[in-house]
């Protein structure tokens, strides 16, 4: 199972380094609104950035569901063994 995921890894940094290269040869210029100016921007930055800011966020979204189900994980270990010690010990 490990190697399976190891190779998917592998197989995705592969296919992003890939798009990448690809990505950095496209110079056509995107005109970009933001709250405050406007400003020419090469498309591949667009993207990049969006893809970047886009990881980030799902990031932080994961690393907070996993850290709160390992948690909850551990409590639940705990008030286990408490339980598993009142049963044994009458």
């Excluded at 040869?25 to 405050?36: E, I, P, R, S």
């Excluded at 990881?55 to 994980?73: A, E, G, T």
């Excluded at 008030?79 to 009142?86: A, H």
């Amino acid at each position: 199972m490990k190697i399976k995921g190891l190779v998917l890894l592998i197989f995705i940094l592969v296919m992003l380094v890939i798009a990448g290269a690809v990505g950095t040869q496209n110079g056509h210029l995107v005109l970009v609104n933001y709250l405050f100016a406007e400003a020419e921007v090469k498309m591949s930055a667009v993207l990049v950035t969006a893809f970047i800011l886009g990881f980030s966020l799902c990031f932080i979204i994961f690393l907070y569901v996993y850290f709160r189900m390992k948690w909850k994980i551990a409590a639940l270990t705990r008030k286990n063994k408490k339980l598993t010690q009142q049963v044994t010990a009458k």
